[in-house]
């Protein structure tokens, strides 16, 4: 079992930043691939960024070139720096943690975080 647990959610104003924290225990971190994804009320939870073990990252194209994800195998945490934020990114955020990379589907993730929320004023 992987516990998975989020940080760093709030209300911030379009054009700002944020950085969101997922930490896990467990299983050894390092083995893990990790993903965010969000949902926004009345719609389905969607892809936002994945990185492998390795440190290889993939992001949707609703979000490159704005956010960042990351990985510090010491602190078994991934993060996800949020910069240039629009009110479209407001969402739930959640982390999750998978055995396998290269399947974005929330399927493919086992473990999951209860979820941060992101609200960006406009």
């Known amino acids: 079992q992987v516990q998975v647990v989020e940080s760093g959610g709030g209300l911030v104003q379009a054009g700002g930043s944020l950085r969101l924290s997922c930490a896990t225990s467990g299983r050894t971190f390092s083995y893990l691939s990790m993903g965010w994804f969000r949902q926004a009320p009345g719609k389905d939870r969607e892809f936002v960024a994945a990185?492998?073990?390795?440190?290889?990252?993939t992001y949707a194209d609703s979000v490159k070139g704005r956010f960042a994800i990351s990985r510090d195998n010491v602190k078994n945490t991934a993060y996800l720096q949020m910069n240039n934020l629009k009110p479209e990114d407001t969402a739930v955020y959640y982390c999750a943690a998978a055995t396998v990379y290269g399947d974005y589907s929330p399927q493919a993730f086992d473990y999951w975080g209860q979820g941060t929320q992101v609200t960006v004023s406009s």
């Open positions: 990185i492998s073990r390795y440190g290889a990252t």
